[in-house]
């Protein structure tokens, strides 16, 4: 599926949520996924690497993973998706910052809507959005294989919370099972928050998910 790609982290805001950015080594192409907060740090690392942010993707709106994202497409000047389920979430997403200890924020406008099995280019990198609500609504994961960006849905050994508003526990387990559990194993998975795993080893050890 085209050229080789790897995943850079930046953790960002109070609630450390991982703000990846998959990027393509021969071409520089990148996509910057939940920006949630440090908008500077993320622009300044970009330029560091000398990456050329296509798309900003939001896999949820929970204000920790998208409070630096209106500000990012500013200093980026690309465009931002994420699922249409989750625009009530993000119209709140900035009154609920100061509870957890970040700044009020400017709400970003999003230039598309992405929806189940959507592919979507962004130069020559190629994704695959696999929507799998619980977590919130409209929760996406973007597939690019090896990597898949899995947001609050699936982490190491545990998944997303189930109790927030339009969250679904049983939802949230049958979407991993039949969307992310049948990828191939050593795909890796790069989680909203904490460190990154494999389809195999969460399989095998997560307890969510047990025989």
Same mark, same amino acid.
């Given at each position: 599926m085209g050229n080789k790609v790897d995943v850079y982290t930046i953790v960002v805001n109070p609630l450390a949520t991982n703000c990846h950015i998959l990027y393509d080594l021969k071409t520089?192409?990148?996509v910057v996924f939940d920006p949630g907060g440090d908008a500077d740090e993320i622009y300044l690392e970009i330029g560091r690497l000398n990456l050329i942010a @296509?798309? %900003?993707?939001?896999? *949820?709106? *929970?204000?920790?993973h998208v409070a630096g994202a209106r500000e990012l497409k500013e200093l980026l000047k690309c465009p931002i998706g994420m699922h249409p389920a989750e625009k009530f979430l993000l119209k709140t997403a900035p009154i609920q910052a100061p509870l957890f200890?970040?700044? %009020?924020? @400017?709400?970003?406008? %999003?230039?598309?809507y992405i929806e189940d099995g959507q592919e979507i280019e962004a130069g020559s990198i190629r994704l695959k959005a696999l929507h799998i609500p619980g977590h919130s609504p409209g929760s996406l994961c973007f597939y690019c294989p090896p990597v898949l960006i899995s947001g609050d849905v699936l982490f190491q050994g545990s998944i997303g919370r189930t109790d927030l508003p339009g969250g679904d526990y049983e939802s949230l387990i049958n979407g991993v099972k039949e969307k992310i559990f049948t990828l191939p194993d050593d795909t890796i998975v790069y989680p909203g928050h904490g460190p990154s795993t494999t389809v195999r080893d969460e399989k095998l050890y997560n307890p969510f998910f047990g025989e």
């Open positions: 520089k192409d990148a @296509r798309l %900003i993707l939001l896999t *949820h709106a *929970h204000v920790d200890g970040m700044p %009020i924020f @400017r709400t970003p406008e %999003i230039d598309f």
